[in-house]
Every structure is written in C-alpha cells, then in structure tokens.
C-alpha cells in the first residue's frame, strides 16, 4: 500500500495507509462472503442436488410457506406439507409457524447435500 502514497508528503502517511489496508482487507472479505454461498449452491443444482442452508431445528417457529420457498430455492423439489390442525385461538403458537421440518424422515444438519429430485421434504406446521 505504501507505493499509492509514496508521493503524499503530508504528516498523517501511515495512517492513510494503514486506511487503506483495512478498506481492502473489509471490501475483500465482503465480497466473498457475499459471493461464495451463491455459486456453490449455483453449482451445486446444476447436477440437480440439493443443499440445506439451516439445520431442522433452526426452522421451528419460522413460516412455513417461506421455508417451502426457500427449499426450493435450495434445488428440493418434493416438498409436501401437513397442517396439524392443533391450534384453538393461536395466542401461544402462531398460526402456520412449522413444528419440525425432516428431509426423507430424518433431521437435518447445514451444508448436507441431498439429490434434490428424490428427496422428499417433509413440513408439519401449527394450524387450526
């Protein structure tokens, strides 16, 4: 970094390059971040697999809708949902908040990889 400042003659030169430093090493880790999950999962379902984002237990309590979006979006394209139908006013557990979510009848960790076409992902979620 020195070498973009070696004609600033002002007093404050290492600080403007340790700025500069710090604002490469922040853009740069940004920007993996940003990219890397979304051409391996791009990657990933070109081959038609399916990888999981979350684990099963971290989907508890969410939407159910949203999380049969966001499987598919994952590459799982047998995604069945069943209504509980245990709710009476919906006070304490919200309506339509998923109460476990499995993939071929198991839990699931983050990162595993399913074939997304024969896999069936299963959502019991509260209803009344």
Do not use: P
Request: charged share 25%; glycine share 8%; hydrophobic share 35%.
């Amino acid at each position: 970094m020195e070498y973009l400042f070696k004609n600033y003659q002002g007093s404050d030169k290492y600080k403007k390059v340790q700025f500069a430093r710090i604002g490469v090493i922040v853009f740069t880790c940004f920007f993996c971040i940003l990219f890397r999950e979304i051409d391996y999962y791009k990657a990933l379902n070109s081959e038609n697999l399916a990888v999981t984002v979350l684990n099963s237990t971290d989907y508890k309590g969410k939407n159910y809708s949203e999380a049969s979006q966001e499987m598919r979006a994952c590459g799982f394209k047998n995604i069945k949902t069943k209504a509980l139908g245990d709710l009476l006013t919906g006070w304490i557990t919200k309506e339509n908040t998923i109460e476990s979510i499995t993939i071929d009848g198991n839990s699931f960790a983050k990162g595993k990889i399913y074939d997304g076409s024969k896999s069936i992902v299963l959502i019991k979620y509260h209803s009344k």
